[in-house]
């Protein structure tokens, strides 16, 4: 692990000088991938980290009403260690708060979506939701703008290009908060690469003559590339493959640009590298988690994922590198930050009315929820990386290795997720991946397809 943290540290810097051309001073997506993002693998060391009880919390309790105020949160399990640690803060909130019960509920990404909204539909939407994008409510106007809701202390805490990138365009107004972030970068199995005699891969043909000589070396028994364009990643197909060629999501105005020829032509790179037979044979439903498992086999060389990969596998020797791109068309790397939401129902939505003190409940959770003593400890078992600057002060001193990787989160793009009909967007890439790997479209006209579904 040593030298993959030495690794890890050359990256940032690398990266960090490559942002500092158009990142915000001081400033910083997760998925979260992802993000967001799908479900992680479980730790051990997690399992660790999850039995540290939360802070305790001296905010002003808020006023009584008749019977304990009631909030349902329903979040996204990152980890078999998430609902314990939620858990213990829900619980030591109640603790300090006794007119106040919060009823919890962790789903895993694979269900969340389908569950919450047929709750939203039947009038039995949650108060507070992390698992899915404000974009797909704004229109029926089923959410709080936080503004209304939140202190503006958080509100003044949030990294400015996380709040500024969830700014929803031609409306100019912020209807869902960060909740975590991750960062991208290119994995390398250090034993396989060795043994090759290969280096990370910088650029598209340095990619090609990589993944030839790993899949001659071992006679096609192991995989050179990881592609994951399955239902849960393939909208990462544009990030990975279409901004390293100078396209992806959006153009500089917000206006989707799916089908431009910068894209056609990165999903025609990614389906050479299939036909070639360098990856893996099934990317159309191996997830992210399959590959990083492979990788941590021995089975897989390549695979560009989250930064909580290398705590999932601390065995597993890494090269850690940018995200290849086509030194034709682009004169460096596109790293994709991921920040996962956190979106508050309003009354719309719900069979029941939000009295003030009930808001004012929401409101004083969060404060609680998002101090760094409670916050950064879950950021640290999860291997994601607070989207808050009290948060990222508390984890420069805790876990400095990770620390570093914020800084990169200041120069990444993000996805297009304040746009309404981004799950639109979202699925409309998956499918275009799936179906041009697949040989049934085309890359033009996949990506034709896809732009359709987001113009309509």
């Not at 569950?115 to 409510?137: F, H, I, M």
């Not at 503004?147 to 912020?174: C, H, M, Q, R």
């Not at 908060?177 to 990370?200: H, T």
């Not at 891969?201 to 990589?210: Q, S």
Request: hydrophobic content about 35%; some cysteine; glycine content about 6%.
């Amino acid at each position: 692990m040593k030298k993959t943290l030495a690794l890890l540290l050359a990256l940032i810097m690398a990266l960090s000088l490559a942002a500092c051309g158009g990142a915000p001073a001081a400033s910083s997506e997760a998925g979260n991938e992802p993000a967001a993002e799908s479900q992680q693998e479980s730790k051990e060391e997690s399992k660790e980290e999850s039995s540290a009880q939360p802070a305790s919390s001296e905010e002003a309790e808020p006023a009584a009403e008749e019977g304990p105020i009631e909030i349902n949160f329903v979040a996204a399990q990152y980890s078999d260690a998430t609902e314990a640690y939620m858990r213990k803060v829900v619980e030591a909130y109640e603790k300090e708060h006794p007119n106040v019960k919060i009823n919890l509920e962790v789903i895993g990404w694979d269900s969340i979506s389908t569950t919450v909204n047929t709750r939203v539909a039947n009038k039995q939407a949650p108060d507070l939701y992390n698992g899915g994008s404000a974009g797909e409510y704004i229109e029926d106007d089923f959410l709080y703008k936080p503004e209304d809701i939140l202190s503006d202390e958080l509100i003044a805490d949030f990294y400015p290009t996380f709040w500024k990138n969830n700014i929803v365009p031609g409306l100019g107004e912020v209807y869902q908060i960060p909740y975590v972030a991750s960062v991208r970068a290119l994995y390398c199995n250090k034993k396989i690469m060795d043994e090759v005699g290969v280096k990370p891969p910088k650029t598209w043909d340095e990619v090609r003559d990589v993944c030839a000589k790993i899949h001659d070396f071992y006679n096609g028994d192991v995989y050179a590339w990881g592609i994951d364009a399955s239902s849960t990643e393939g909208q990462t197909t544009v990030a990975y493959y279409c901004w390293s060629n100078g396209g992806g999501y959006v153009d500089a105005d917000g206006n989707y640009i799916l089908n431009c020829p910068a894209n056609v032509e990165g999903f025609t790179y990614m389906k050479e590298l299939y036909d070639n037979g360098w990856t893996n044979e099934n990317p159309t439903s191996e997830t992210r988690d399959d590959l990083q498992k492979l990788v941590a086999a021995d089975k897989l060389a390549m695979l560009v994922t989250a930064c909580f990969f290398p705590a999932l596998y601390p065995d597993t020797e890494l090269y850690i590198s940018d995200i290849p791109y086509n030194d034709k068309t682009q004169s460096s790397s596109s790293t994709l930050a991921v920040q996962d939401a956190l979106i508050f129902f309003n009354e719309n939505a719900k069979a029941t009315t939000d009295s003030p003190e009930k808001l004012a409940a929401i409101a004083d959770f969060c404060d609680y929820f998002y101090a760094p003593e409670n916050y950064t400890p879950f950021m640290i078992q999860e291997g994601l990386l607070p989207a808050t600057i009290s948060g990222a002060e508390k984890l420069a001193q805790d876990d400095p290795e990770k620390a570093a990787y914020m800084s990169v989160l200041e120069g990444g793009k993000f996805y297009a997720r304040s746009k309404p009909n981004w799950k639109d967007c979202s699925t409309s890439c998956a499918d275009a991946a799936q179906n041009v790997l697949t040989g049934m479209q085309t890359p033009q006209e996949a990506l034709d397809e896809a732009q359709a579904v987001v113009q309509e």
